[in-house]
């Protein structure tokens, strides 16, 4: 696995939904490469300290047409 795709799964990898038949490649690669293996431990900090925000609970116009872009641009591979 080449880090392309390495990027590519650790969205996947940090949901728990990484394909089996992806998982080693993807562990070795990270394993052996301390660019990803950057890359993904800045990723986790960052899940966290989103978490941490509070949530809104109003929801607003700008919020929707936000979400509706993102889904357009990045439709999900699943």
């Not at 795709?5 to 969205?11: Q, R, T, V």
Request: aromatic share 6%; glycine share 4%; hydrophobic share 35%.
């Amino acid at each position: 696995m080449n880090c392309y795709e390495a990027i590519d799964l650790m969205g996947d990898a940090l949901d728990g939904a990484l394909p089996t038949e992806a998982r080693a490649g993807f562990d070795d690669h990270i394993e052996e490469c301390p660019s990803c293996r950057t890359y993904l431990d800045q990723l986790r900090v960052t899940l966290k300290a989103l978490e941490r925000l509070p949530r809104s609970t109003a929801s607003s116009r700008r919020r929707a047409e936000l979400i509706a872009a993102f889904r357009r641009e990045f439709p999900a591979r699943r």
